[in-house]
């Protein structure tokens, strides 16, 4: 099988010639440049130029030598967005800073920094009024220039036979609407001013429409997998409670996903189709019934050492109703930490309970951090060549 077939294959839930692998198919399955230069440094790889798919998180596109050594099955189109667009920096003493499309101000550590971090909100307070909503200087989501050169990129990615996938230009609505407001704003919006918490969200929703219009129409026909996130799971638990997701977010999220699915579906002939893609941190297990009512195709992460995450449950209960993808190994304390023989063990595990019948594709558990050695790396993809074979 080539990439694409393979992946498509265990999207339908048929167990492909071996386990696809995604490195940097989206911003959230990517590397971080420190340890990209240092896995490159330990492959041969000259890994200049660099090219950030994602500034904020420090996280770049790898080079095609990188990604063809490695066998990775997926091609990723990268929108401009405040996360890859307009980085203006300045110099602020003991950080840099700079402010985006949105208003969000961010900073970065001069010492020891690994990412950006956001530290103002442009509708930061306790209350807000609704006219400070609707008067806020929102971004243009439908710029043509935010896609310009994609179709290009994405055939190139076609004629390899790849899988190709397309990010959205922000992130979630629950999440953007946390920047906007500030993160303990929003959530005592949501239960303590729901009217503007409701406006807030169906202007991201809104927002997001915009964006999807203009760009499935120059790339439906081009692309495999359109890509959504949010993130409602914590390490134990869920940040807001199933009511009130079930009151306030899950509607809307329910209008994207099905929006998503009829505009892709229109871009396509009848014998293809297109799929949804959606990122949620965390322990989301309570959620998972409810994504897959809203046509969600793919799950990620798959946060395994999150309470209520673990894979053999979840493909039991769920595998053979929604794909996931990540869920390749403990990516907070073994890939990391531990030694490679430890990384190889913990992969075997996780693809012992994900990979059976397909529906998985494999991943690192969100992107690969500063601090991985590029042994533990390798660890982890020689792990997936050899247990990861139907």
Same mark, same amino acid.
């Given at each position: 099988?080539?990439?694409?077939?393979?992946?498509?294959?265990?999207?339908?839930?048929?167990?492909?010639?071996?386990?696809?692998?995604?490195?940097?198919?989206?911003?959230? @399955?990517?590397?971080?440049?420190?340890?990209?230069? $240092?896995?490159?440094?330990?492959?041969?790889?000259?890994?200049?130029?660099?090219?950030?798919?994602?500034?904020?998180?420090?996280?770049?596109?790898?080079?095609?030598?990188?990604?063809?050594?490695?066998?990775?099955?997926?091609?990723?189109?990268?929108?401009?967005?405040?996360?890859?667009?307009?980085?203006?920096?300045?110099?602020?003493?003991?950080?840099?800073?700079?402010?985006?499309?949105?208003?969000?101000?961010?900073?970065?550590?001069?010492?020891?920094?690994?990412?950006?971090?956001?530290?103002?909100?442009?509708?930061?307070?306790?209350?807000?009024?609704?006219?400070?909503?609707?008067?806020?200087?929102?971004?243009?989501?439908?710029?043509?220039?935010?896609?310009?050169?994609?179709?290009?990129?994405?055939?190139?990615?076609?004629?390899?036979?790849?899988?190709?996938?397309?990010?959205?230009?922000?992130?979630? #609505?629950?999440?953007?609407?946390?920047?906007?407001?500030?993160?303990?704003?929003?959530?005592? *919006?949501?239960?303590?001013?729901?009217?503007?918490?409701?406006? #807030?969200?169906?202007?991201?929703?809104?927002?997001?429409?915009?964006?999807?219009?203009?760009?499935?129409?120059?790339?439906?026909?081009?692309?495999?997998?359109?890509?959504?996130?949010?993130?409602?799971?914590?390490?134990?638990?869920?940040?807001?409670?199933?009511?009130?997701?079930?009151?306030?977010?899950?509607?809307?999220?329910?209008?994207?996903?099905?929006?998503?699915?009829?505009?892709?579906?229109?871009?396509?002939?009848?014998?293809?189709?297109?799929?949804?893609?959606?990122?949620?941190?965390?322990?989301?297990?309570?959620?998972?019934?409810?994504?897959? $009512?809203?046509?969600?195709?793919?799950?990620?992460?798959?946060?395994?050492?999150?309470?209520?995450?673990?894979?053999?449950?979840?493909?039991?209960?769920?595998?053979?109703?929604? @794909?996931?993808?990540?869920?390749?190994? *403990?990516?907070?304390?073994?890939?990391?930490?531990?030694?490679?023989?430890?990384?190889?063990?913990?992969?075997?595990?996780?693809?012992?309970?994900?990979?059976?019948?397909?529906?998985?594709?494999?991943?690192?558990?969100?992107?690969?951090? $500063?601090?991985?050695?590029?042994?533990?790396?390798?660890?982890?993809?020689?792990?997936?060549?050899?247990?990861?074979?139907?």
């Amino acid at each position: 099988m080539n990439s694409r077939e393979r992946i498509l294959a265990t999207l339908e839930h048929r167990e492909p010639d071996r386990v696809p692998f995604d490195l940097a198919g989206m911003h959230c @399955t990517s590397i971080h440049i420190k340890a990209y230069r $240092a896995l490159c440094a330990y492959l041969g790889v000259n890994p200049e130029p660099i090219h950030f798919l994602d500034v904020i998180q420090q996280v770049v596109v790898p080079k095609q030598e990188l990604l063809e050594k490695l066998h990775v099955d997926t091609r990723g189109l990268y929108p401009l967005c405040s996360h890859n667009w307009k980085i203006e920096v300045t110099d602020a003493g003991d950080y840099y800073e700079h402010t985006d499309e949105w208003g969000f101000t961010h900073h970065f550590p001069k010492e020891n920094g690994f990412w950006w971090c956001q530290t103002r909100s442009p509708l930061n307070g306790m209350c807000i009024e609704t006219e400070a909503i609707t008067n806020h200087r929102w971004p243009h989501a439908c710029l043509p220039e935010r896609i310009k050169g994609l179709r290009t990129l994405a055939r190139r990615y076609q004629t390899e036979g790849k899988v190709v996938m397309l990010k959205s230009f922000c992130a979630g #609505l629950f999440e953007m609407c946390q920047r906007i407001r500030g993160m303990e704003n929003f959530l005592c *919006d949501l239960m303590m001013d729901r009217d503007n918490a409701a406006l #807030l969200l169906d202007k991201i929703l809104e927002l997001k429409k915009q964006f999807w219009i203009m760009a499935l129409e120059d790339l439906g026909d081009v692309v495999d997998i359109v890509v959504e996130v949010d993130d409602y799971g914590t390490q134990e638990s869920q940040l807001i409670s199933h009511g009130i997701f079930g009151a306030l977010i899950a509607p809307r999220l329910y209008d994207l996903i099905r929006f998503l699915k009829t505009t892709l579906a229109q871009k396509k002939t009848p014998t293809e189709k297109g799929y949804v893609f959606f990122h949620s941190c965390g322990n989301i297990r309570p959620f998972l019934p409810d994504f897959i $009512a809203m046509g969600m195709d793919i799950i990620n992460p798959v946060h395994i050492n999150a309470s209520g995450m673990n894979p053999y449950q979840l493909k039991a209960d769920f595998g053979h109703q929604i @794909t996931f993808w990540g869920g390749s190994v *403990d990516a907070q304390k073994i890939l990391p930490y531990g030694s490679p023989t430890m990384v190889k063990e913990n992969v075997k595990h996780n693809l012992t309970a994900l990979m059976p019948g397909g529906g998985y594709v494999f991943a690192s558990i969100h992107n690969i951090q $500063a601090d991985v050695p590029p042994s533990n790396i390798m660890a982890m993809w020689e792990a997936l060549q050899e247990y990861g074979r139907y």
